[in-house]
């Protein structure tokens, strides 16, 4: 017995030298070593006592997330440039004397003068102080700073929080970082490469945006690190207009452990102060979708759409595309599609499940007033009735138009003008190369300004004349916001409330550039560049819009939208042509998947509509080859399985009592295949339920509803 009793003691005294000392969650204790902890919600934080940076995190099944040496550690860090030297830091890490107060509440961290990075001798003082406190939802930890410069310098940036340690606590592989739009393996992806030749942009760093859906990742301002088995989810109570944060992160190649710095871009001038605002930091465990259960709530708060969804786009498996030309109306072989070719598109959409066609190359775009349709594909009237009539069929046609580039005719009328070789958007099946050649400059044009009042009034009339005619929905190129009013935001005001008079049904789509959460209020879906593969957290939290995927001849990739919710841009080529010019009928298996998606979205549509969509988070570990994505809804779980490898069974494991809880431990488990047909019932007696070499062949789709017994 004394044996084992010596032995226990030796372990434990090694993991204290590898580790520092135990911690206790629920104590607060001025630890030996050096650190004072407090719990904050099950978020056990530990603070170096000298520096005030925090050194270790530690939480539940994720175990410790963050552990840094004191002279590595951090909290909080901003830019000092002097003459002297411009890369000076001011950083919790090089102050001492911090002072420290601490409950199972709050905690409070204050510096009197931040240190420097460098010895040298600077005059005043930069103060600062950072706030922890317990938030009464019981999961999170709201994280706040406020600096006051007292120093004749400017302090030129933020980063804060700035959390540096932290570890690959469910291993290198498992460990992942979940934007709104991005999914990336950081202790994998970040490592210095043997051939990385520059040290300053190695693949060591990385900076992440948040802002549009076209070209930021982020897309918004959530973030979650972690795996299966948890993680946290972070974000700042900001929204719309409010200053910006970029999220950065380094691998350390001295400690292997990342950095993830929250940056404002600020200046602080002297004898000024600064305020971050909070942060909310909400450990948890189980996959993102834990985590983002408060920035879903907090979020729909700030959400002010003026319409919802119209029926059509809100349970639609998707939409077709179709280029009605190539913009040469001289050339006899120029149109591909006519007006008159509208109702059979219209026919052919709604037998695969799409309501909605986008009308492109309709008329000459970058003009203003609206110019008349081009008179090769018909006239006006051809097109109004045309129209009319895919209505009555039962899919909806909007027009795309192009107004925010100004051709040199409209450009001067804005004041504006339009410079050779520059904006140019020429393109052509024949051109060499297709886009843009030096030759050709049809097409060249100027950016407007969307706040210009006669800018507006061209695009309100033109609009207007399109909604009397009626023609009430539209699907705008480059929708381009910005905060000076009025902007392209109170002018989609004015012609949607013409539209909605017109046709309560009636929809307004593009391409959302700029700020999402705002442009999320006014569009109904997106017409995006991009297949946004990573999408799942921005499509559990925003309702709408519906973010479509472009979709030229892949079934794989309509049962992938079809299982996440997105909405799909169908849009076939025949071969060397333009995207959107060929029947569906000539795709047989996007024809296929189309009918079956849509088949299988009718069926269960109350889960893609009103239920919670929380991804691959119900699996209790990867499933490799299997695209899963999970639903909540009305005390029951839809599971939509998707065979991705190339063997036909699939293996998962999934964690049903940590999403929906049985209080009996047991389900009632009903499959489903691909035509939607039930293949048996049975009762699972497990809380993890797996499926082992299960039968799909590769490419298909298999459903499971799963009800909890009580």
């Known amino acids: 017995m004394m044996a084992v009793y010596l032995r226990i003691v030796c372990v434990v005294s090694i993991l204290t030298q590898l580790y520092g000392p135990p911690v206790l969650a629920g104590n607060i204790t001025d630890e030996p070593s050096g650190c004072v902890t407090a719990t904050l919600n099950n978020l056990l934080i530990s603070i170096d006592k000298e520096t005030g940076s925090i050194v270790r995190l530690d939480y539940g099944t994720p175990g410790r997330i963050l552990e840094s040496a004191p002279q590595n550690a951090s909290i909080l860090d901003v830019a000092y440039p002097i003459r002297e030297f411009e890369p000076l830091r001011l950083a919790s890490r090089y102050s001492s004397g911090a002072r420290i107060t601490a409950t199972n509440e709050k905690i409070e961290i204050s510096w009197e003068k931040l240190g420097a990075s460098r010895a040298f001798d600077l005059p005043g003082k930069v103060s600062a102080k950072v706030r922890m406190q317990a938030a009464d939802d019981g999961r999170t930890v709201i994280l706040s700073c406020e600096i006051e410069n007292q120093s004749p310098y400017p302090v030129r940036q933020v980063l804060f929080p700035d959390l540096t340690g932290i570890l690959p606590?469910?291993?290198?592989?498992?460990?992942?970082?979940?934007?709104?739009?991005?999914?990336?393996?950081?202790?994998?992806?970040?490592?210095?490469?043997?051939?990385?030749?520059?040290?300053?942009?190695?693949?060591?760093?990385?900076?992440?945006?948040?802002?549009?859906?076209?070209?930021?990742?982020?897309?918004?301002?959530w973030l979650d690190l972690g795996s299966l088995r948890g993680g946290f989810s972070l974000f700042p109570q900001r929204w719309g207009w409010d200053p910006r944060t970029r999220v950065m992160m380094h691998l350390s190649d001295t400690t292997g452990r990342l950095r993830l710095m929250n940056e404002h871009s600020v200046t602080i001038e002297s004898n000024s102060q600064w305020n971050s605002g909070e942060f909310w930091l909400t450990p948890h465990e189980n996959g993102w979708a834990k985590g983002i259960e408060i920035y879903r709530e907090w979020a729909r708060k700030q959400m002010k759409r003026e319409y919802s969804l119209p029926k059509h786009i809100r349970d639609?498996?998707?939409?077709?595309?179709?280029?009605?030309?190539?913009?040469?109306?001289?050339?006899?072989?120029d149109a591909i599609w006519k007006f008159l070719d509208l109702p059979a598109l219209a026919r052919e959409a709604k037998e695969h499940g799409l309501n909605e066609i986008v009308m492109w190359i309709w008329h000459k775009s970058f003009v203003l007033p609206f110019p008349p349709p081009y008179a090769h594909l018909g006239s006006e009237e051809d097109m109004v009735k045309a129209i009319q009539e895919c209505k009555s069929i039962g899919v909806n046609v909007a027009p795309f138009v192009s107004v925010l580039q100004t051709e040199k005719q409209t450009a001067e009328r804005y004041g504006l003008h339009v410079k050779e070789g520059s904006g140019n958007w020429t393109y052509h099946t024949e051109l060499i190369p297709r886009f843009n050649p030096r030759y050709a400059s049809g097409f060249t044009c100027a950016q407007a300004d969307t706040t210009n009042q006669q800018w507006q009034e061209d695009v309100y009339k033109s609009c207007e004349r399109l909604i009397r005619l009626g023609i009430p929905s539209l699907c705008w190129d480059q929708y381009w916001s910005v905060p000076d009013i009025p902007n392209l935001n109170t002018l989609t005001s004015k012609i949607r409330q013409l539209a909605k008079a017109q046709d309560a049904e009636s929809t307004f789509g593009g391409?959302?550039?700029?700020?999402?959460?705002?442009?999320?209020?006014?569009?109904?879906?997106?017409?995006?560049?991009?297949?946004?593969?990573?999408?799942q957290p921005l499509v559990s939290v925003f309702q709408a819009p519906r973010i479509n995927v472009n979709i030229n001849n892949s079934p794989l990739a309509v049962k992938q939208c079809f299982a996440d919710n997105l909405y799909v841009n169908v849009w076939p080529?025949?071969?060397?042509?333009?995207?959107?010019?060929?029947?569906?009928?000539?795709?047989?298996?996007?024809?296929?998947?189309?009918?079956?998606?849509?088949?299988?979205?009718?069926?269960?549509?109350?889960?893609?509509?009103?239920?919670?969509?929380?991804?691959?988070?119900?699996?209790?570990?990867?499933?490799?080859?299997?695209?899963?994505?999970?639903?909540?809804?009305?005390?029951?779980?839809?599971?939509?399985?998707?065979?991705?490898?190339?063997?036909?069974?699939?293996?998962?494991?999934?964690?049903?009592?940590?999403?929906?809880?049985?209080?009996?431990?047991?389900?009632?488990?009903?499959?489903?295949?691909?035509?939607?047909?039930?293949?048996?019932?049975?009762?699972?007696?497990?809380?993890?339920?797996?499926?082992?070499?299960?039968?799909?062949?590769?490419?298909?789709?298999?459903?499971?509803?799963?009800?909890?017994?009580?």
Not at 316 to 333: A, E, H, K, T, Y
Not at 602 to 631: M, R, V, W
Request: proline content about 5%; hydrophobic content about 35%; some cysteine.
């Open 169 to 221: 606590f469910a291993g290198e592989d498992e460990t992942e970082f979940r934007g709104a739009g991005l999914r990336m393996k950081p202790f994998q992806e970040l490592r210095t490469s043997d051939l990385d030749r520059f040290y300053a942009t190695n693949a060591s760093f990385k900076v992440l945006e948040t802002g549009d859906l076209n070209d930021t990742k982020m897309i918004v301002r």
């Open 316 to 333: 639609g498996l998707g939409f077709r595309s179709i280029w009605m030309c190539q913009n040469q109306p001289n050339d006899p072989q």
């Open 511 to 535: 391409e959302e550039l700029r700020n999402f959460e705002i442009n999320s209020n006014y569009l109904d879906y997106t017409w995006n560049w991009g297949h946004h593969e990573d999408i």
């Open 573 to 710: 080529l025949k071969p060397d042509s333009p995207n959107g010019s060929d029947w569906i009928a000539n795709h047989e298996g996007l024809s296929a998947a189309l009918k079956a998606c849509a088949k299988l979205r009718a069926q269960f549509l109350p889960y893609f509509t009103e239920g919670t969509f929380i991804s691959d988070c119900i699996l209790s570990k990867p499933s490799p080859n299997t695209h899963i994505s999970a639903y909540i809804h009305n005390g029951q779980i839809l599971i939509i399985t998707i065979n991705t490898g190339e063997t036909d069974t699939i293996s998962i494991s999934c964690d049903l009592q940590a999403w929906l809880p049985s209080s009996t431990g047991r389900y009632v488990l009903n499959p489903y295949n691909a035509d939607g047909q039930l293949t048996g019932s049975e009762t699972i007696r497990d809380t993890i339920w797996k499926l082992d070499e299960y039968p799909l062949k590769s490419q298909d789709i298999a459903l499971f509803q799963l009800t909890p017994e009580q």
